[in-house]
């Protein structure tokens, strides 16, 4: 019984936890979710934003440069000025060589340019020249090179990138005149301040493009000269500009003037970081905290238990025993003496007793009710030092009592003899006491005992048979104690 | 017994609510507080932006940029906006930042422009007061006096430079000569390698004014320019300038045509070059790489004698701080950074020279990164530091350079005649020295 109680305990408590538990991941698991979902577009509009600032930006870099390079035709000297003009005069030559070449150092003077130069079809170069470059064309054939490269693109301007594998340097051509072409370049890595702005988040990847998926630029310079990677181009498909967003990542692109394109990378994981963040910290929270409930639950229960066994235990002490004496009431020893009768043990001998005090009424009657009620518990605590622990002891109404003992004796005989010497030392401490004490009213008992028989299936035949030789001892002079004298029950014996 | 189990309700429920408290606080705080570390704008984090400028070539530009990203990675706090150029480039945008007051916080700079900007020592930061961030140890007091003004630390010299000649030693076995030496050397080899085009020598605009300075200063025994930077001669004087200048370009030692560039001593066409020490492996290593062989020779002179008479050093470029900084303390941790630490002295080697810097000097020694043409020719600058003149900044102002060409010019191609040149020069000369 009381395990079953612990247990449902112990399942009400593991039940409500776990309710808890459900509820509350069920509820960061929807919030979280939703949050991840309106992060991941908070994200996509503030990349397609920046992005679409980054193209700006590049778009301006880039005008910069060709307005610069605009600028060399604005005088008349300069555009027709021919290097391989052999009838030229060598002085005025040499004179609009130098304007030329003030002209272009005017041009670049605040910019960080590592090219910016005319290139003649004789390979006479005005301006300035990078060694990078100039190496490139250290056995002649800039002109041609160059030449080739606004052939097969626009005359009127290209940008190039990756000449002869050089991933330093951005490059753009124009056709000057007839016989030359202006050639500017600038350090991929001037970039990096283009695509610096406010609004970047960590973990962003954002490149340059040409058309064929080249990096130009990217914030992480190792790749800068690589591909974009394969999973990036398949999931843009012909996107030019806009968003994209694969499995692991939101992917935005937005197309220059030039056909280049700013392509920017931030992984989602990134983006909901901080909601993982969120949700991981929050379940082990909740988790410590059903861990919490669940471990005073279980205190607070077994406490709740101690204190309830200790009142349940009360009652019962109430109910099976009697108030004045504290034996066993009759109810609770008939129910006991039943239990061992049905359980009986080989290789014992079962008795039970029964007494009642001879004169009792002129106790009451002469001495009152309570000195009646002294005696009745002087008398109990006769039968309990007399039997001892080993004996049962109850109350059985008024002055009535009854012992059931289960002696660890076999034989029956023997058991008798033994059960005579209780009575003896019970009649000799009466005598001594209570005897002495209520010598006058001439209190004394009598006994009536009975073993237990193999065919006895409860305790009433038991009880009958002593209750008659108690009854016998009560009708003849008092102060007798009977015990069966036969197993058979067919005599009895006076002690 | 009754009010003690109260007690430890009451302690029960105080420690439950502590817990409740601290396990919420700390969920609060990690996941609404601390996020905050994580998601940032980029430039936000950068606390102070402070700009910087050279003049170079590529391989300057480059090592010059990944070292100012080492340099961000070591103060994550200093964010530094590079401004870079070409000489003639730069020495202008120079001009327009000092003359704008808008200059940036570190520059590099050539030595004689600390005449021309800070002759009294207000032009640049004085260096003095941020000595806390640099290492000046590492200098000598001479080499500290080359960046100073007036008694004010205006900048710290990175190497020393001179001009120095390398020559193509297949093409003089070609044709039988020695390693010029002496100015008639270079007449002979111009007279027996013009037939097949060829020319003794490549000397750009300043180079080939230096050139005729030394050759003037040699036969003259006097200098063009006083220590004020005053010029001490007269027309006549000049006209010697233009009369040597029209000497090598009628006998061919060099090419004014248009045509002379500085690939010419890499591609064969001329025999040798007149550079900067600290330009030595530009030129030599393309010669070497076309399977050419370059050989050190002394400048030229008149004569066998120990003097260099007519030659000069100079720090080859300086280090300054503007002095309109409002960064003062960052400027001079990066001004430190260029000098002196380790990641830039072994990403700059000997490009600029062999280091002024003792601590670079030991750097490069430990790392045995002393061994290129830069490093042969500024061995050969700094052990012969005592035989060359100190440089005189008129020397190498731009306009009296200029001038010089354009005199030059017009006197060889017939345009003007020898005195209305030099009365010219004369003329600008003045002017240039008196503004």
Known sequence: MDNELKKTQLRTIILFSTLILVITLYIILLLTGRSNIFMRENAASLVSASNRQMELNIDSYLNKVQKASALLFSSNTNYTYDSSDKNADPYTQLQISNQINDDITDLSLLDNYADFAIIYQNDEVIGSLSKITKNMYANGGMYDAFYSILKQNDERGTWYFGLNGDTEHIYFFERFNSYSIILISFYSRELKSVFQIPEQLNGMEVSLVNEENQILYSNDSDKIGAKLSAATVSYLGKLRNGSVMSDTALITTDECSNGWRVVCTVPLRLIIQDNTRFMESTILVILIVVAVILIFGIIETSRINVSANHYVDSLQQEAQHDRMTGLYNSEEFHRMANRFIKEMPSGRTMSFSIFDLDNFKSINDQHGHLEGDTVLRRFSTLLSDTFGSEFTLARLGGDEFGVFGCMDIPDEESSRVELANYLDALR?????????????????????????????????????????????????????????????GKGSDEI | MRRSGKKHNVARFIIAILLFVFFFGFNYYYVVIKPENHTVPTDTTKDTIISFSWWGNDDRHLYTLTGIDAFEE??????????????????????????????????????????????????????????????????SKKDLSYGTSNGVLNAVPIAYNAVVFYYNQDILDQYGLKVPETWDDLFTAASVMNKDGRYPLHLSDKHLFLSVLAHYEQTSGQTLFDEDGKYTGDTDTAAELLKFYKDLFDRQVICLDGKST?????????????????????????????GGSPVLSTPPRTSDNDALYGWYVKPATMYAISKNTPYPKESAELLNFLVNDKDMVLLQGTEKGIPVSSQARRILREKDAMNNYDAEAGNYVYSNLDRFETMVPSNENSDIIDAFCDEAARYVYGIADLNTCSQELVDRWTDTLHS
């Open chain 2, 262 to 290: 500085d690939t010419d001593f890499s591609n064969g066409t001329c025999a040798g070059v007149g550079i900067w020490a600290s330009d030595a492996a530009n030129y030599c290593t393309q010669l070497e790489d076309k």
């Open chain 2, 74 to 139: 070591k103060y994550p706090n200093i964010e530094v906006n590079c401004s870079y150029n070409v000489w003639n480039g730069y020495e202008r945008r120079n001009r327009v930042y000092m003359l704008s007051g808008k200059s940036p916080d570190v520059m590099q700079i050539n030595y004689n422009w600390i005449r021309e900007y800070s002759a009294d020592g207000s032009g640049y930061y004085d260096l003095n007061k941020v000595s806390d961030y640099i290492d000046l140890k590492a200098y």
């Open chain 1, 428 to 488: 000799t401490r009466f005598n001594e006491t209570l005897g002495t004490d209520y010598s006058t009213d001439s209190l004394s008992f009598c006994s009536g005992t009975s073993f237990v028989h193999e065919d006895d299936q409860d305790f009433e035949k038991v009880f009958q048979r002593a209750d008659k030789l108690l009854y016998k001892g009560k009708k003849s002079d008092k102060a007798q104690d009977y015990i069966d004298e036969y197993m058979d």
